[in-house]
């Protein structure tokens, strides 16, 4: 990889010049940074930047990789949730652990439940 670097950076670079164009120059390109003020030399860098990160993007290559990447992600958190992990000896599996917490916060387990009234038949007529 380096020998051909090297190979290509020693040839030389075959300019456009004037002659050989039929539109004439209006600037000389790349610009001489060290005659340009500081302004314009910050001008030409911002642009640069920003075409510069315009050409390196690669929205369905970014976007491959970020689903890939949430893909794996929640799937180890799922198997982690649902697998059944051995503590102490006992089987333990966190998905319980959370269901319980859930159950005992909305009131659905049957010790949580404070006792309903059974219906009689006067009140079941009114």
Not at 52 to 66: E, F
Request: glycine letters at 2%; one cysteine or more.
């Amino acid at each position: 990889m380096f020998a051909t670097l090297r190979r290509l950076a020693e040839q030389p670079s075959e300019h456009f010049t004037n002659v050989e164009s039929t539109y004439p120059l209006r600037k000389v390109w790349p610009p001489d940074f060290t005659k340009l003020p500081p302004q314009s030399q910050f001008r030409f860098e911002r642009k640069y930047k920003r075409r510069l990160a315009l050409k390196a993007a690669r929205p369905r290559w970014d976007k491959a990789v970020k689903l890939t990447q949430y893909a794996s992600i929640s799937f180890v958190l799922v198997y982690m949730c649902f697998h059944e992990f051995e503590f102490y000896g006992r089987p333990y599996r966190p998905v319980d652990a959370i269901v319980e917490k859930f159950k005992s916060i909305v009131g659905t387990e049957p010790e949580s439940r404070p006792e309903q009234p059974k219906p009689t038949a006067a009140t079941a007529s009114k």
